[in-house]
T-cell receptor
Framework: GENVEQHPSTLSVQEGDSAVIKCTYS??????FPWYKQELGKGPQLIID?????GEKKDQRIAVTLNKTAKHFSLHITETQPEDSAVYFC???????????FGTGTRLTIIP | GAVVSQHPSWVICKSGTSVKIECRSL??????MFWYRQFPKQSLMLMAT?????????EQGVEKDKFLINHASLTLSTLTVTSAHPEDSSFYIC????????????FGNGTRLTVT
């Protein structure tokens, strides 16, 4: 089955700087890669996703890049703000299967 | 759009009792819903896949008689923790999507279960 690894497990960034979180996946048949943000005591919230036919996607301060050959994808947050502090999870899904495989999460702390 | 509502947000129950958690898709129909369990500072662990009109598919190691799942309609799935024990205390989260393999999954806000 699919295996998703995520790094780093914790990340502290000065407010205004950029944050990068990286994930690798094992199943070359995976074709959909979402990123979720989870705040304390809440469910994960989808913040951005990318499909395997695209190399990069951007939404304001958030971007995701995908390297299918290397089987890794990354989340980039620019101009970080205190409200970006949360746990971020990457995930992967194989075509035809709705089930998601999650990474282990990254606790992002923005230092004011 | 794509809102998933989960209820209750928290519940405290006594050992030996059963607790039911509801997961509703508010603005779309979901033939499939997923139930997760999350321990503190850990990732989401998939417990089972809930299929409308048929039996749920449980992940390895999850007791189907303890965690009863019912998906009676296209907008509602329920998870019942039967004969709850303190070790069942956890954060339970459901997710759902419109059923297309290219559509995103959206999550409910979770249910914090505490068994005393």
């Amino acid at each position: 089955g699919e295996n998703v690894e995520q790094h780093p497990s914790t990340l502290s960034v000065q407010e205004g700087d950029s944050a990068v979180i990286k994930c690798t996946y094992s199943d070359s048949a995976s074709n959909y890669f979402p990123w979720y943000k989870q705040e304390l005591g809440k469910g994960p919230q989808l913040i951005i996703d990318i499909r395997s036919n695209v190399g990069e996607k951007k939404d304001q301060r958030i971007a995701v890049t995908l390297n299918k050959t290397a089987k890794h994808f990354s989340l980039h947050i620019t101009e970080t703000q205190p409200e970006d502090s949360a746990v971020y999870f990457c995930a992967a899904r194989t075509f035809g299967n709705e089930k998601l495989t999650f990474g282990t999460g990254t606790r992002l702390t923005i230092i004011p | 759009g794509a809102v998933v509502s989960q209820h209750p947000s928290w519940v405290i129950c006594k050992s030996g009792t059963s607790v039911k958690i509801e997961c509703r898709s508010l603005d779309f129909q979901a033939t499939t819903m997923f139930w997760y369990r999350q321990f503190p500072k850990q990732s989401l662990m998939l417990m089972a896949t809930s299929n409308e009109g048929s039996k749920a598919t449980y992940e390895q190691g999850v007791e189907k008689d303890k965690f009863l799942i019912n998906h009676a309609s296209l907008t509602l799935s329920t998870l019942t923790v039967t004969s709850a024990h303190p070790e069942d205390s956890s954060f339970y989260i459901c997710s759902a999507g419109p059923g297309s393999p290219v559509s995103p999954l959206h999550f409910g806000n979770g249910t914090r279960l505490t068994v005393t």
